[in-house]
């Protein structure tokens, strides 16, 4: 049995319209108060942006920091000013990295990864393929990684399935718009594909109107953002299919979503996105847009293979149980124990 201290769960002040970080380790933390673990959630007075609201952040952290120290946001330039004792970091990606440049890129290795993480005791993330990046791009120990994926919601649960039938409208759903989302190719597949089915896109996230997304006209489109958990839900419970034919992602929470839900998914066959969906999902070339419109298609005019991705989809979901994921979480916090 652990001992009895207090454990802080450190993240983010969110901006408008974050939310999926957020979500997971409040659930984490009932799992593990349950078990008789002593949490406690800690938020970062400002957002992290700009130099004084992050020296604001630090000096806060400092005096409010607990006996064991986990920066599970996305803020662990944290650890700069916490004990190293009992303290663990979480990396859901390197993408703020990779897609940084000069200056910039080497500041952000530092002070988000390279120092926090040769600070940490132990350094978890939600993939082995982040697992691998992080290892190659900062020289650490593959021992020292735990790889410990995200748990689904019990938001996202299994209701009736959703026939798919090409006489009706079949209901999309699109999950984020940020540059990784890939929404501008997956706009060119279902262009290709209304004039012959009618299709509605629900986007889940704002769209940004300053760019020229390409529509034929057919295409209906419908804009969601800032909604609540159970709304996000309803949208899934409400689609006949997801797309997600991002092009990069640390791990992919909403194909176990929708998994869990019950709807087939359409997604990369890219890591961790292949390994994640497991057989629940139709895999596809995100950097072709003619890919993913033969991956909907298929599912489209293919429904005892959508049935199949579901069933399997459903099974490979229960992997993610939220006791399951708080499990290794106390495993590792344990291990030094």
């Known amino acids: 049995m652990h001992r009895k201290v207090t454990l802080l769960l450190i993240n983010r002040r969110p901006h408008a319209g974050q939310f999926s970080m957020e979500n997971i380790f ?6 593990l108060q349950a078990s008789g673990w002593d949490v406690d959630q800690y938020t970062s007075p400002c957002l992290s942006k700009g130099i004084l609201p992050r020296l604001c952040n630090l000096m806060h952290m400092y005096v409010h920091q607990g006996q064991i120290n986990h920066i599970v946001g996305d803020v662990t330039y944290l650890a700069l000013f916490l004990k190293r004792r009992n303290l663990y970091i979480t990396i859901h990606d390197l993408n703020i990295f990779e897609n940084s440049v ?11 990864y390279q120092i926090p993480i040769n600070r940490a005791q132990r350094i978890s993330t939600v993939s082995d393929f982040t697992k691998e990046a992080i290892v190659s791009q900062f020289n650490i120990s593959p021992c020292r990684v735990y790889v410990i994926p995200n748990p689904i919601n019990s938001a996202f649960k299994f209701v009736e399935k959703r026939p798919i039938s090409t006489r009706r409208t079949v209901n999309i759903l699109q999950i984020g718009t940020k540059e990784n989302k890939n929404i501008e190719r997956c706009m060119v597949a279902l262009n290709k594909l209304s004039d012959r089915y009618r299709l509605r896109l629900t986007v889940l996230g704002r769209l940004d ?15 969601k953002w800032d909604l609540s958990l159970n709304d996000v839900a309803a949208l899934y419970q409400e689609s006949h299919l997801i797309l997600f034919a991002s092009t990069y992602e640390g791990f992919g929470m909403p194909i176990l979503e929708a998994q869990a839900v019950g709807r087939p998914v359409v997604t990369s066959n890219l890591e961790p996105m292949r390994t994640v969906a497991g057989k629940g999902a139709f895999l ?3 950097w072709s847009s003619a890919d993913i419109a033969r991956g909907i298609e298929t599912l489209i005019t293919n429904p005892q293979l959508a049935d199949y991705l579901v069933e399997s989809g459903l099974k490979n979901s229960k992997q993610y149980s939220l006791q399951k994921i708080a499990e290794r979480y106390s495993a590792m916090y344990q291990a030094n124990s």
């Open 209 to 223: 109107h300053k760019r020229d997304l390409p529509s034929n006209g057919t295409l209906e489109i419908v804009n």
């Open 26 to 31: 409040p659930l984490i933390k009932k799992q």
């Open 284 to 286: 596809v070339n995100p």
């Open 102 to 112: 000069g200056i910039k890129k080497f500041l952000i290795g530092m002070l988000w």
